[in-house]
């Protein structure tokens, strides 16, 4: 067990680089670069960061210096043989052999391209272009880098003990949570916060700490660094990328209609079972079900990310019914901003008509609100989005208008080409 406090406090960047490898990333990224090597190798797409929460100044925190040091060292980054190994001969969701020879030669011979940054009135404009499977890859350690390195601006005003009681007020915290959670019988999660966790010293730390909890009930964590070190399942299946980048390549409005219904077509040609989840809210979800083709109602479940979650998994159940489908055989995942207290309504309400599961997030592997003065630990709401692809603008249109990204007039069309009407914006915690 690592102490975390003492390791903040003597670490220099050199030698506790922020991203360690390559598989520093989300299991999903790995699964749908592969797909989109097979599909789109050579589409161009562009990334950038977007900060939610503009009141948190991210260039007046964080020394653009160090930033480029840790970008820079990503750039430097390859597959390890026992990282190879470990991706090549390992079993995954069942299945062995889940990255092909072809993918494996081409993911050892990686180096991430070039990145382009700049200041711009209290915010870092950080941006990756190029070929689709490279610069997607960006995606995860861009974020875990920026925030980490704001956690470390503020961890450097703290003394040595200051640290050590930080750190196990934190501590404290998420036994508590771990303590609730094992009180209710038969509820699953697994580890979805790397992309926002305060570091990696400390959401490896969250996994341990899951892990003996919990035991069994916790099935695993997206981060295959981790699920690599401890010998846990990578869980993950695809992300809003993949309809957002088809959707901008469509020709024409009719194009457009069909492009979530086609890139999922493509994702089942290679995958099965617990591989097949929709995550229908990327245009939101009424429309996606309402014009959703019949094969997609055989698959393995749902994500709910966005919206009022009860309304929408209500929604999914009700479409499974219409379609001869039963709900008890389908698995439902809550991601979207949870912590205990939601996991476990969302659980009494559902756990009897759906197999239900979580994947949590930032507030397992950042919750350190209220634990400095003037809380400048709180996890905030940043995302690194594809923006563009072969120069046309991404939209996603989300179950939540307050998570809504592209152009005013792109956003527009799409809601007329998929009839969306008024939504109700819900706050955007993380």
Not at 43 to 54: D, G, K, Q, Y
Request: charged share 30%; aromatic share 10%; with cysteine.
């Amino acid at each position: 067990m690592v102490e975390i406090a003492t390791r903040v406090w003597n670490h220099k960047w050199k030698i506790d680089p922020i991203i360690r490898s390559l598989l520093d990333t989300d299991f999903y990224k790995l699964l749908m670069c592969q797909s989109v090597r097979r599909t789109h190798p050579d589409t161009s797409v562009t990334f950038s960061l977007i900060n939610r929460a503009p009141q948190v100044r991210l260039a007046d925190i964080i020394d653009e210096g160090e930033l480029r040091e840790q970008l820079d060292h990503v750039r430097t980054l390859s597959l390890t043989r026992g990282e190879s190994t470990w991706l090549r001969g390992n079993t995954f969701y069942g299945k062995r052999q889940m990255f092909s020879p072809e993918f494996m030669e081409w993911f050892e011979a990686l180096r991430l391209p070039p990145y382009h940054l700049e200041r711009r009135d209290g915010q870092f404009e950080l941006t990756f272009e190029g070929a689709w499977p490279e610069v997607m890859m960006w995606e995860i350690p861009a974020l875990a880098i920026i925030m980490e390195l704001r956690g470390r601006a503020v961890l450097r005003e703290l003394g040595k003990f200051e640290l050590e009681v930080l750190y196990a007020r934190a501590m404290a915290r998420l036994w508590e949570k771990v303590e609730r959670l094992r009180e209710v019988p038969d509820l699953t999660l697994s580890d979805f916060g790397t992309r926002r966790r305060h570091g990696f010293l400390w959401q490896d730390w969250c996994v341990q700490a899951m892990l003996e909890g919990l035991g069994d009930r916790f099935v695993g964590t997206s981060n295959c660094l981790i699920a690599k070190n401890r010998d846990l399942e990578a869980i993950g299946t695809n992300a809003h990328e993949l309809p957002m980048v088809e959707a901008a390549l469509a020709r024409d409005d009719d194009e457009l209609r069909q492009a979530p219904y086609r890139i999922l077509a493509e994702w089942q040609e290679e995958h099965d079972g617990n591989l097949l989840i929709i995550l229908p809210d990327t245009f939101t979800t009424r429309s996606f079900l309402d014009s959703a083709p019949d094969w997609l109602a055989r698959w393995t479940g749902a994500r709910i990310d966005s919206g009022d979650p009860v309304a929408e998994a209500e929604r999914v159940i009700a479409w499974w019914q219409a379609h001869g489908e039963d709900p008890a055989k389908k698995l439902v995942i809550f991601s979207d901003g949870l912590d205990v207290d939601r996991m476990i309504e969302l659980h009494r309400t559902f756990a009897d008509r759906v197999k239900v599961s979580f994947g949590w997030g930032t507030k397992l592997t950042n919750d350190f609100n209220g634990l400095v003065p003037g809380d400048r630990l709180a996890p905030f709401s940043l995302v690194c989005k594809a923006v563009a692809a072969e120069g046309r603008p991404t939209v996603k249109l989300s179950d939540n208008p307050a998570k809504a990204t592209g152009p005013a007039d792109e956003i527009a069309r799409y809601k007329r080409v998929f009839g969306v009407g008024d939504q109700t914006a819900r706050p955007v915690e993380v």
